[in-house]
Every structure is written in structure tokens, then in C-alpha cells.
T-cell receptor, first 109, second 115 residues
Framework: QKEVEQNSGPLSVPEGAIASLNCTYS??????FFWYRQYSGKSPELIMS????GDKEDGRFTAQLNKASQYVSLLIRDSQPSDSATYLC?????????FGAGTRLTVKP | DAGITQSPRHKVTETGTPVTLRCHQT?????MYWYRQDPGHGLRLIHY???????DKGEVSDGYSVSRSKTEDFLLTLESATSSQTSVYFC??????????????FGSGTRLTVV
């Protein structure tokens, strides 16, 4: 079992819709959770972090964490073509950051 | 990529040759990391450093070595390049362990092809 798992996609949504990206992790001791966005040919950039159960909102982005289910998600409201990218889930466990393989999102105009 | 740069951006090398990739940061951050990214595998940690001359292995360290003689520079060396080391290599930095709450800052990457 991979430590951090994501659906590879591609996930395709129409412009203006909500995109929902999911991630599960295997270690119950994991402490911090991140979402990175990576455009094709570019480096990952941090867009959201979350540490406590519940929701965290930042503009059009909402991160959701459920430690009991070992599940973290990212919602993108009012999706735009510029949101088309690969989204990486990252989890810190005992000081080590582990990444999922990423979900490719395409937002169609 | 603010404050962290990688060189070269692209490199083609022959099997069996040594290769060194450079990561340079201007933020005086303590922690630095080398990752490789391959389709279907995401980012995998090769080596990391928690200070000058303090380094440790990551999950895919075989065939790689690192050095950090100055805070600002973290070098990754492929001792004898193989085709399986064809990949995109990313360097990352972090200020302190407290910054585990703030994630890493990545360099722009080096695309390495071993022929």
C-alpha cells in the first residue's frame, strides 16, 4: 500500500464547476497535510495546508481533513481553465514529507 | 522559485558518466532536499540535508550522493549515470522543522536524460 494515494485522473470538469480532488494516507500519525499545484513542465507550488480536522478555505480553494478516515480532499469552486494542472497531495509523518503521484485536472471552457 | 535555483535546467549525458546537479538558495534555510519525479511515482526523496555537512538518505538514494559544504549549496551527484536515472530532479528547501507547517519551496527542476 502506498503511503499517500491519489486518483491519477485525468479529472475533467467544465468551467465554473466544482472540482473535487481526493487523497488517502496510510499512517495515522501523520501530522500535516498539503496540496501542491504543478503546471506541466513547472515545479510544484504550495496552494493549501491543513493540520486539523475540518475545512479550511482560501479563496476558491477548500481543503478538508478527516483524520479518522485518513482522508484529505481539495475542492476548487468556480473552476477556471487556468486551474488545469496536476495536483499533488503531500503528508508529513514523523518529519518526512511524502507525496502522492498526483491527479491531473482539466477544466474545459 | 524565489530564492532557490537549480542548474543546469536540462542535461543529456551518457551512461556511465558522473553527473552533478546544483541547487543554490539565498534564503539561509537550514533544510534542503533532492527529489526525483517520474510518471506514476510522484516525487520521491533521494537525499536531504539538515545543515552544513549533515546529510541523510531518502527512499531512493542508491546510485546518488550529495554534499553540502555551504548553507546555500546542495549538490547531487550521480556517480555513474544509468538510463533508470533519466528523470526530472527537483531541489527543495525549508527554513526549520517548524516550517513543516508551511511546506517546501521548490526549485525549477533539472531534466536529466541518460542515453
Amino acid at each position: 500500500q502506498k503511503e499517500v494515494e491519489q486518483n491519477s485522473g485525468p479529472l475533467s470538469v467544465p468551467e465554473g464547476a466544482i472540482a473535487s480532488l481526493n487523497c488517502t494516507y496510510s499512517d495515522r500519525g501523520s501530522q500535516s497535510f498539503f496540496w501542491y499545484r504543478q503546471y506541466s513542465g513547472k515545479s510544484p507550488e504550495l496552494i493549501m495546508s491543513i493540520y486539523s480536522n475540518g475545512d479550511k478555505e482560501d479563496g476558491r480553494f477548500t481543503a478538508q481533513l478527516n483524520k479518522a478516515s485518513q482522508y484529505v480532499s481539495l475542492l476548487i469552486r468556480d473552476s477556471q481553465p487556468s486551474d488545469s494542472a496536476t495536483y499533488l497531495c503531500a503528508v508529513i509523518t514523523a518529519g518526512d514529507m511524502r507525496f502522492g503521484a498526483g491527479t491531473r485536472l482539466t477544466v474545459k471552457p | 522559485d524565489a530564492g532557490i535555483t537549480q542548474s543546469p535546467r536540462h542535461k543529456v549525458t551518457e551512461t556511465g558518466t558522473p553527473v552533478t546537479l546544483r541547487c543554490h538558495q539565498t534564503e539561509n534555510h537550514r533544510y534542503m532536499y533532492w527529489y526525483r519525479q517520474d510518471p506514476g511515482h510522484g516525487l520521491r526523496l533521494i537525499h536531504y540535508s539538515y545543515g552544513v555537512k549533515d546529510t541523510d538518505k531518502g527512499e531512493v538514494s542508491d546510485g546518488y550522493s550529495v554534499s553540502r559544504s555551504k548553507t546555500e549549496d546542495f549538490l547531487l551527484t550521480l556517480e555513474s549515470a544509468t538510463s533508470s536515472q533519466t528523470s526530472v530532479y527537483f531541489c527543495a528547501m525549508m527554513d526549520s522543522l517548524a516550517q513543516n507547517y508551511y511546506g517546501y519551496t521548490f526549485g525549477s527542476g533539472t531534466r536529466l536524460t541518460v542515453v
